[in-house]
């Protein structure tokens, strides 16, 4: 990546919703079984916020952690970017109601919309800004009340989502510190039917017929959405490894999008990074779309597994089909 100057993550926030539900509670609604969620996904529990809860909520109080943690007002941050596919509606953006609620008096901000890849574009996106010289101050944060567009029908897309909120603030970094030092994204459109939200938009404006044919929940091809995965994140992690001289063994954490343990696992395996390595939260969470990085990095530095100096390797792939990866020097 050529940076005028680098940007580094220098605080994190996050935001889980009190209410668990298992898979026990699952198996009352559909047919399904503890046993079966985990051997599948590895997802044993998610937290679900209460109905009525919009993602600027969540995105309001993972932003406010930051700033306690970081010792900032909010009137010092510049740029706000919240990562979301379930906006509180299609407009006003997130990013303004965020922004309103956190009282960021000096930022302008926008959405971005890359499903589970969206947090490693937010994160992308944001670092821009700062290399550019633009601002010092970027806040990203990745933001899902999946469990608003969720068929309670479904048992194989309502067994697999959560609800939660992380953000991050990206700040220059320091005379001889390292920051993001590289990112390689991709897009596949041809893989947009395979995981997918028709109804509600232009195509398909919501009409009685789109909700009675329930067009406005999350629509999956789990196996081909599981094939990509697994090819791309070992793709593109690998891609990443190669492009900076480096292997396996300099990344000292690995930090995937939290879809499925098994996906995990293999793009690990296929990595060959020591399982010491992996960071893996999803038996508690499930996947929160664009919160599960930040969700990931929060619990990996409580667990000592992410110190300052360790050199990370991130990746995701989402709906569009979105993929991408990230090399990050941990700053903090
Ligand atoms: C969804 C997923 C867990 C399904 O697992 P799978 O092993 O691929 O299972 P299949 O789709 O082949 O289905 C196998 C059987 O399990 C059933 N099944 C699906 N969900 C089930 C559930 N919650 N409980 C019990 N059985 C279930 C299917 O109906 C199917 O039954 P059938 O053989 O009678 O038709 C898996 O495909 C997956 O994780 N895909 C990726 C999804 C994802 O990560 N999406 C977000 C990307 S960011």
Redesign the pocket.
Known sequence: MQSLRRAKISAIGRYVPPKVVTNHDLAKI????HE??VE??GIEERHVVEPGTPTSELAARAATELLKARGIEADEIELIIVVTVTPDMFFPATACLVQHKIQAKHAWGFDLSA??SGFLYGLTVGAQFIASGAHKKVMVIGADVMSSILNPED??TL??FGDAAGAILLEPAEEGEDGIIDFFHEVDGSGGES?YMPGGGSLNPSSHETVDQKMHYVH?R??S??KY?VRKMEELGRNMLERNSITGDDIQTFIA?Q??VR?IDATADKLGLDPNKVVKNIHKYG?TTAGTIPLAICDAIEQGRLKKGDLVLFTA???GFTAGSVLARWAF
């Open positions: 559909v047919e399904t079984t079966w969620i599948r996904t499903a589970c048992r194989a067994v697999l995981l999956q789990g196996q959405v599981f995965a999008h879809a499925n996906i996947n792939v989402g709906a």
